[in-house]
């Protein structure tokens, strides 16, 4: 039996709520003919898919990444706005594409206020210019009498977009990307950018070109750019077809999260850096299966399994026992390519990553909490890694790793608390205690249907679905001290109210004691 010990005076800090951000490129089936598709009978006048719109406003996106990703090296943005039918055609050198610009500036914020998001935009530092950045700011923002800011008005916008969140440049270290150059040629531009970006509205916020949180980059970058980015930006990528390897992977975040806040500390010491600088996490998912040239033309259509979700809730796990350090999170992407939704001409479906990620945007709460996990633990092999096919991390030197992982977090008054478990043994059922230590709570655990508005039906997952589960259980304090679950393979549980968790609890386990599931 694993025991689950959370304190709940010890508070590692506030959950920032833009970890449950999103991503979207034009990259295949992503933008058009994913959220956008004129057209389609399932379209609203706007273009947006309204069934894709159902779907999506459940994962409460607090904030959403345009346009990349790769695409944003080679796009100018002048392209996209005006009247649709007069934007040019372009050749996509990223995806080997070709862009109609059908969907630009002025559709990305509409889908953004759609959604209740904060519009986060990257600007082209391969093939653009720092004018052009400037006046893509200018267009968004501004508020004076300037073409920039009257070709927005003209386009029918007269109040400006107040774009906070602006990138500069992606993977600009990347030898795939249009422009890439190093370490210290990025940071001469991104100074330069930055700048006159800064200058046109100094109330946005500025996110560094990072690597993995722990390279020369991402060392070089930060030491470049500390006095004039809030945020350092990190991409990672895991999965291989090894179960264990894939659900342990997310711990390469974590280890990198850890690297660049040492780095972000050094910096801000040595440089008597004042503001914050947070990490943005803008690009994270599980993909290893669809890296193939044919693949990456095809818009990287992968298909996911139960493993995979589990997978993308250690991630949220790891961000959560984070929060100091990681206040902005992308999932990459969020409609078709590498995606938790997925669309055909009559319908939309939901990948099994859709659900982890929803039950978490909908259920963790402001404060996250120390958990310790004691149990079972699983001790992967250097071996076992280098067998594995996909993307190998090596993570095997930070195990054993415990089975269980999980997060807590509860509310600022501290009378409501949610526990995320996630069992990661592949085959089993795991038993275990939560130990509420000296609160006096009436936890009551814990098992119950997910009330998911949107009813969809299944992808076929490529490979059998492990018997494991992921297990989110909200538990609210005022009386006893503990509370024992037992998790059941391939359910993912959440209780809203203490009176639904008592009932789960007891169809759980029929004849158990309150308080027991
Ligand atoms: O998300 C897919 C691609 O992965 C993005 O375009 C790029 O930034 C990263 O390499």
């Given at each position: 039996m694993a025991r689950i010990g959370i304190d709940l005076e010890r508070r590692i800090g506030t959950v920032d709520r833009r970890i449950f951000g999103q991503f979207i490129e034009?990259?295949?089936?992503?933008?058009?003919?994913?959220i956008y598709d004129e057209?389609?009978?399932?379209?609203?006048a706007r273009g947006f898919r309204t069934d894709v719109l159902d779907a999506v406003r459940?994962?409460?996106?607090?904030i959403l990444r345009w346009p990349g990703g790769n695409f944003v090296s080679g796009y100018h943005w002048l392209d996209g706005v005006g009247p649709r039918d007069k934007r040019p055609r372009r050749s996509e050198l990223a995806w080997y594409a070709e862009e109609s610009n059908r969907f630009g500036t002025d559709e990305f914020i509409e889908y953004c206020r759609a959604i209740e998001a904060e519009p986060y935009i990257c600007v082209n530092m391969g093939s653009g210019t720092m004018d052009e950045a400037q006046a893509w700011v200018e267009y968004c923002n501004g508020t004076g009498n300037t073409s920039w800011a009257n070709l927005r008005r003209a386009n029918g916008h007269a109040e400006p977009y107040r774009v906070r969140y602006w990138g500069l440049g992606n993977d600009m270290y990347g030898g795939w990307q249009i422009g890439n150059m190093n370490a210290h040629d990025y940071v001469k531009k991104a100074r330069a950018f930055a700048m006159v970006m800064k200058r046109t509205d100094p109330t946005i916020q500025l996110v560094g070109c990072g690597q993995?949180?722990?390279s020369e980059w991402d060392e070089i970058v930060l030491g470049g750019l500390a006095e004039l980015v809030d945020f350092h930006s990190i991409h990672l990528y895991t999965g291989t077809r090894d179960h264990y390897t894939t659900v342990f992977s997310s711990h390469q975040a974590e280890r990198a999260i850890r690297i660049c806040a040492a780095l972000i500390e050094r910096v801000r010491k040595l440089q008597g850096i004042t503001h914050p600088i947070h990490i943005a996490f803008d690009e994270w998912n599980v993909w290893y299966r669809t890296r193939s040239h044919e693949d990456r033309v095809g818009g990287l259509e992968e298909r996911y399994d139960l493993t995979d979700a589990l997978a993308i809730a250690s991630y949220l796990n790891g961000f959560i026992r984070h929060c100091r350090e990681v206040r902005i999170a992308n999932f990459a992407q969020l409609v078709n390519a590498i995606a938790p939704i997925f669309t055909d001409a009559k319908r939309v479906s939901l990948q099994t990553i859709y659900h982890p990620l929803r039950l978490y945007a909908e259920h963790m709460q402001a404060v996250a909490l120390d958990v310790h996990v004691a149990g079972e633990a699983y001790d992967l092999s250097p071996a076992q890694e280098a067998a594995s096919v996909g993307r190998i991390h090596h993570v095997s030197d930070l195990g054993p790793f415990q089975l269980l992982d999980a997060a807590a977090t509860c509310d600022e008054a501290g009378r409501r608390l949610t526990l995320a478990i996630v069992?990661?043994?592949?085959?089993r059922d795991l038993a275990a205690t939560v130990d509420l230590g000296s609160a006096t709570a009436g936890a009551r655990p814990t098992s119950g249907r997910s009330t998911d508005p949107t009813s969809r039906r299944r992808i076929p997952s490529r490979r059998p679905t492990p018997s494991t589960s992921a297990r989110a259980a909200s538990i609210s304090a005022g009386h006893a001290s503990t509370t024992r679950s037992r998790l059941t393979p391939s359910r993912c549980c959440i209780c809203r109210s203490p009176a639904d968790a008592a009932s789960a609890a007891q169809r759980a386990r029929p004849g158990a004691p309150a308080g027991t599931a």
């Amino acid at each position: 039996m694993a025991r689950i010990g959370i304190d709940l005076e010890r508070r590692i800090g506030t959950v920032d709520r833009r970890i449950f951000g999103q991503f979207i490129e034009h990259l295949g089936r992503c933008i058009y003919g994913g959220i956008y598709d004129e057209g389609s009978p399932l379209a609203d006048a706007r273009g947006f898919r309204t069934d894709v719109l159902d779907a999506v406003r459940p994962l409460r996106i607090p904030i959403l990444r345009w346009p990349g990703g790769n695409f944003v090296s080679g796009y100018h943005w002048l392209d996209g706005v005006g009247p649709r039918d007069k934007r040019p055609r372009r050749s996509e050198l990223a995806w080997y594409a070709e862009e109609s610009n059908r969907f630009g500036t002025d559709e990305f914020i509409e889908y953004c206020r759609a959604i209740e998001a904060e519009p986060y935009i990257c600007v082209n530092m391969g093939s653009g210019t720092m004018d052009e950045a400037q006046a893509w700011v200018e267009y968004c923002n501004g508020t004076g009498n300037t073409s920039w800011a009257n070709l927005r008005r003209a386009n029918g916008h007269a109040e400006p977009y107040r774009v906070r969140y602006w990138g500069l440049g992606n993977d600009m270290y990347g030898g795939w990307q249009i422009g890439n150059m190093n370490a210290h040629d990025y940071v001469k531009k991104a100074r330069a950018f930055a700048m006159v970006m800064k200058r046109t509205d100094p109330t946005i916020q500025l996110v560094g070109c990072g690597q993995n949180g722990w390279s020369e980059w991402d060392e070089i970058v930060l030491g470049g750019l500390a006095e004039l980015v809030d945020f350092h930006s990190i991409h990672l990528y895991t999965g291989t077809r090894d179960h264990y390897t894939t659900v342990f992977s997310s711990h390469q975040a974590e280890r990198a999260i850890r690297i660049c806040a040492a780095l972000i500390e050094r910096v801000r010491k040595l440089q008597g850096i004042t503001h914050p600088i947070h990490i943005a996490f803008d690009e994270w998912n599980v993909w290893y299966r669809t890296r193939s040239h044919e693949d990456r033309v095809g818009g990287l259509e992968e298909r996911y399994d139960l493993t995979d979700a589990l997978a993308i809730a250690s991630y949220l796990n790891g961000f959560i026992r984070h929060c100091r350090e990681v206040r902005i999170a992308n999932f990459a992407q969020l409609v078709n390519a590498i995606a938790p939704i997925f669309t055909d001409a009559k319908r939309v479906s939901l990948q099994t990553i859709y659900h982890p990620l929803r039950l978490y945007a909908e259920h963790m709460q402001a404060v996250a909490l120390d958990v310790h996990v004691a149990g079972e633990a699983y001790d992967l092999s250097p071996a076992q890694e280098a067998a594995s096919v996909g993307r190998i991390h090596h993570v095997s030197d930070l195990g054993p790793f415990q089975l269980l992982d999980a997060a807590a977090t509860c509310d600022e008054a501290g009378r409501r608390l949610t526990l995320a478990i996630v069992n990661r043994e592949r085959d089993r059922d795991l038993a275990a205690t939560v130990d509420l230590g000296s609160a006096t709570a009436g936890a009551r655990p814990t098992s119950g249907r997910s009330t998911d508005p949107t009813s969809r039906r299944r992808i076929p997952s490529r490979r059998p679905t492990p018997s494991t589960s992921a297990r989110a259980a909200s538990i609210s304090a005022g009386h006893a001290s503990t509370t024992r679950s037992r998790l059941t393979p391939s359910r993912c549980c959440i209780c809203r109210s203490p009176a639904d968790a008592a009932s789960a609890a007891q169809r759980a386990r029929p004849g158990a004691p309150a308080g027991t599931a």
